[in-house]
Nanobody, 117 residues
Framework: QVQVVESGGGLVQAGGSLRLSCEAS????????IGWYRQAPGKQRELVGS???????NYADSVKGRFTISRDNAKNTVYLQMNSLKPEDTAVYFC???????????WGQGTQVTVSS
């Protein structure tokens, strides 16, 4: 089984930057991809971006050019670097690990990001 924990959320002014971390533990060798999602009050959870086990990344159009996903394999950690933040980026951000362990996915607890105008 895999566990993921997000950290790094906080309050930032519009135009500022924040870096979120997603640390994985457990059977990390089974992970096929890590996705970053966010959910604002009253809205559905949406995919922000993802990174595959091969290192390829994908981003939602709304964050492309502003957000960057990277990883540190030695630390079993994936990062979400968020630049040029906008108030509409305000949400709880979640990390999700897709695994080949019975095709299971594992979610983190979420971390709050608030961008003030």
């Amino acid at each position: 089984q895999v566990q993921v924990v997000e950290s790094g959320g906080g309050l930032v002014q519009a135009g500022g930057s924040l870096r979120l971390s997603c640390e994985a533990s457990g059977s990390t060798f089974t992970i096929t991809a890590i996705g970053w999602y966010r959910q604002a009050p009253g809205k559905q959870r949406e995919l922000v971006g993802s990174i595959s086990s091969g290192g390829s990344t994908n981003y939602a159009d709304s964050v492309k050019g502003r957000f960057t996903i990277s990883r540190d394999n030695a630390k079993n950690t994936v990062y979400l670097q968020m630049n040029s933040l906008k108030p509409e980026d305000t949400a709880v951000y979640f990390c999700k690990a897709d695994t080949r362990w019975y095709s299971s996915a594992f979610w983190g607890q979420g971390t709050q990001v608030t961008v003030s105008s």
